[in-house]
């Protein structure tokens, strides 16, 4: 029996459509005689339902992946960590959150799952609350994929997070440094992304070229009129140029 790649199947935007595309396969999963393929399936129903805030319902469905890890399912064990850190921490569980991913980043080290190695990084990344901390997690992030290029999409999150921390550290230089690699990164895939762009603009503002950052926020502002946050950028933008920005 030929499995569907369920990864294939996620849409982050719409985690209910997600799920249902899950639940479709998961009777063909639960005939097959492939546990790892069954436990990783119910991870990820998991985040679906944690991701539509139906933590009860998350939590339950990972116990019943907890019931059927066994020592050999790894890359399950390791998922299974991930999804449960997660859930915490959407819940407001960081502490709990913290030590999962550090699980899961160890054991996912240990057997080369670099993927989940790095997804667990970055997720301790956000769930810790220093922002220093949180710099020091993404850059360990960006030195995995370094060590592994097959991972380097992961560079669109570690770049842009470790960006905003740098950020509320108020080091605005390195910020927009990363900024600026991000850009590039995206290039690669085709365009920057509109709100790439816009915190190129805030980060060239609070580094005190505002003059500089008008040209990149005014036409996105136009362009998504009723977008609030470059609605917001450009006003920003313009106070600091004294209001000259405005003509």
């Not at 080290?109 to 989940?116: D, G, H, P, W």
Request: net charge negative.
């Amino acid at each position: 029996m030929t499995l569907p790649d369920f990864d294939t199947l996620w849409d982050y935007a719409h985690p209910d459509e997600t799920e249902r595309k899950f639940r479709e396969i998961l009777p063909q999963a639960r005939q097959a005689n492939d546990p790892s393929y069954l436990a990783q399936l119910l991870t990820q129903i998991a985040r679906t339902q944690g991701l539509q805030q139906r933590f009860d319902d998350a939590h339950r469905t990972l116990d019943e992946v907890e019931s059927m890890l066994t020592d050999d399912l790894k890359l399950a064990r390791v998922r299974f960590w991930l999804e449960q850190g997660r859930v915490l921490n959407s819940s407001g569980d960081r502490v709990r959150a913290m030590a999962r991913f550090a699980q899961a980043c160890m054991l996912a080290q240990i057997e080369n799952f670099s993927r989940y190695a790095i997804d667990a990084m970055h997720m301790m990344a956000i769930a810790e609350s220093d922002p220093a901390k949180q710099v020091e997690l993404n850059l360990l992030g960006i030195a995995m994929v370094d060590k592994d290029p097959s991972q380097r999409g992961w560079l669109w999150s570690l770049y842009n997070n470790v960006a905003e921390s740098y950020g509320l550290l108020h080091e605005y230089q390195t910020a927009l440094d990363y900024i600026l690699k991000l850009i590039e990164f995206q290039k690669e895939k085709g365009e920057a992304d509109p709100y790439t762009l816009k915190d190129k603009a805030r980060f060239l503002r609070l580094t005190g070229h505002p003059e500089q950052a008008l040209p990149i926020i005014k036409p996105l502002a136009q362009q998504n009129p009723d977008d609030k946050w470059f609605a917001e950028e450009l006003a920003l933008t313009r106070a600091a140029l004294g209001g000259a920005g405005s003509a």
